[in-house]
């Protein structure tokens, strides 16, 4: 008899679709009710999200105060993960948008210089409200703590977190 497939809980389609509604439903606009999440903000915001421990160096290199987590949520395996494929696999990060957009909880926007701004629709706020988890509340939580990395340019993230990982922050 073969083996299994061993899939890991942390990467599956569902909990990273969970995970993605947090962001654009937390991040997604501004106080304006502006949209703000590019693409690629997307993937700075979601890489952190996933990994924590990296949040409070990449805050500081960006001039931002930094913020308490619980060492639970810093000291896990996933949390100390060097996996950067969010960051680069634009492939896994469209599936994700997919599958919300499948479902209705994406709303897409284009903005004046027509690029496609992200954000929860009414139906995907609906359904996260729905969902009343330690898990969901945690990754709302810290959602909301690093709103200061939303505001600013994909590009100036991606560079901190880039040299975090070359040690060099």
């Known amino acids: 008899m073969g083996k299994l497939p061993y899939i890991d ?3 599956t389609l569902e909990l990273n679709s969970i995970i993605l509604l947090v962001i654009l439903s937390a991040l997604g606009k501004n106080r304006n009710s502006t949209p703000v999440l590019n693409f690629e903000k997307i993937q700075c915001l979601f890489y952190l999200i996933k990994n924590p421990s990296k949040i409070n160096d990449v805050l500081l290199a960006n001039d931002r105060n930094v913020i308490f987590f619980e060492s639970k949520i810093i000291y896990t395996i ?3 993960s060097i996996n950067v494929d ?3 696999s634009r492939s896994k990060l469209k599936t994700i948008i ?3 957009a499948l479902h209705g909880f994406l709303d897409v926007f284009s903005d004046e210089s027509n690029e496609i701004q992200y954000c929860a629709s009414e139906k995907g706020e609906v359904f996260l409200r729905g969902i009343d988890t330690a898990y969901v509340s945690r990754i709302s939580s810290i959602a909301i703590k690093i709103k200061p990395l939303a505001s600013q340019s994909a590009q100036k993230t991606i ?3 880039n040299k975090l990982l070359a ?3």
Do not use: E, R, T, V
């Open 9 to 11: 809980a942390d990467d």
């Open 78 to 80: 996933a949390s100390q």
């Open 86 to 88: 969010i960051l680069y």
């Open 98 to 100: 997919k599958n919300l």
């Open 159 to 161: 560079k901190s977190i």
């Open 167 to 169: 040690g060099q922050l």
